[in-house]
């Protein structure tokens, strides 16, 4: 009797419906697409799960591209701005050397005046 219930829940199918060797063959056919179904959809989730990875893969490295991207722009745009800064400091540092400026504060705030004519001593 348990024998019997088992062989009733492993194959679905009351010994009283196996009437021929044909009918057996169908169940046992039947049993076999039933495997081959679960089979597929066992495949078909592991392909789905296995698209869905390499989909996250490609969007993470978009985004790490895409931010690595703007933070060059962010740079460049830093860069040229300081370039900037850099142009206009050589430009007051020359305007600071000049002897036209240098002449002009040594006469207003410095008293002094250029002399109408220089001596030079030589020596031996």
Known sequence: MLAHKLAEEEYDVLPQQIKTHED???????????????????KA???LLLITAVAG??????????????????????????????SQLKISNAQMKSPQRIKAIAQQRLGMTVADQVYFAEGK
């Not at 057996?24 to 066992?42: D, P, T």
């Not at 978009?62 to 370039?83: D, F, H, P, Y």
Request: avoid cysteine; charge should be positive.
């Open 45 to 47: 989730v592991i392909l």
């Open 24 to 42: 057996y063959l169908n169940n046992q056919e039947n049993r076999r697409r039933a495997v081959r179904r679960s089979n597929l959809r066992g």
């Open 57 to 86: 893969i490609i969007t993470f490295e978009a985004s790490v591209i895409a931010s690595k991207g703007i933070e060059i722009v962010n740079i460049r745009t830093e860069a040229a701005k300081l370039e900037l800064e850099n």
